[in-house]
């Protein structure tokens, strides 16, 4: 331990001393030795670290918000902000004829973006001493056989009926349909329809 002046009155002091014990003078070596004084950089270094990280996180975040709500193919990860609905348009609505010996069809094609599609309806027939007619529906390949006198598979088919409702599930995605009329079986008499039938897509 060595001895040093005290800069403002002159007296012999430790120099592990932090103030001078006759005037109490602070000395050049106090902020060396005190111990309080060598952690508080430390704590401010690190709050402004933790500042700078939180700000980093918020930026990231709001980066990933952005993203997902103008990107189309991430809002399959946000079904609640993005809700789908179901919307209606209508394949035949009204009055028809359907000859004697023909057939009356209504094609329609279902949306590429449609989650779930299905056909829903009603229809009364009249004329002839059945009032009777026969209602098909089919997708594109099968109508191709189905006009040309061969077999064909049906999403929804009758036989000779005055009235029945439809109400029939098609596959999701763009595809094409044919609703038919039928009253190929009647050699004489038109047939009058009455119908109302609708497709009903959620996309």
């Known amino acids: 331990m060595a001895l040093i002046k005290c800069p ?9 001393a932090f103030s001078c014990p006759k ?3 602070p000395l050049k070596n106090a902020s060396l030795n005190d111990p309080q004084s060598n ?3 430390v704590r401010r270094s690190s709050a402004i670290k933790w500042v700078l990280i939180g700000i980093l996180v918020i930026a990231v975040l709001s980066i990933f918000a952005s993203y997902q709500k103008f990107n189309p193919k991430s809002r ?10 179901e919307h209606t348009s209508y394949i035949v609505q009204g009055s028809i004829i359907a000859k ?3 057939y009356r069809y209504y094609q329609f094609t279902t949306r590429p973006d449609s989650e779930r599609n299905r056909v829903s309806g009603r229809f009364q027939a009249s004329g002839g001493t059945g009032n009777d ?3 098909y529906l089919m997708g594109e390949n099968d109508f191709t056989n189905y006009k040309n006198g061969h077999p064909a598979n049906t999403c929804f088919e009758t036989g000779q009926l005055t009235v029945s409702e439809i109400n029939a599930i098609l596959l999701p995605g763009m595809h094409t349909y044919y609703l038919v009329f039928d009253n ?3 050699s004489i008499t038109d047939k009058e329809v ?3 039938i609708k497709l009903l897509s959620t996309y």
């Not at 403002?8 to 592990?16: A, F, K, L, N």
């Not at 399959?76 to 609905?85: A, D, G, I, R, V």
Request: glycine share 2%.
């Open 8 to 16: 403002e009155c002159q007296s012999d002091v430790s120099d592990q």
């Open 23 to 25: 005037c109490g003078h």
């Open 39 to 41: 952690t508080k950089p």
């Open 76 to 85: 399959s990860y946000l079904p609640s902000m993005y809700s789908k609905s």
């Open 100 to 102: 004697a010996l023909q």
């Open 133 to 135: 007619i026969k209602v």
């Open 184 to 186: 190929s079986f009647s």
């Open 194 to 196: 009455n119908a109302e």
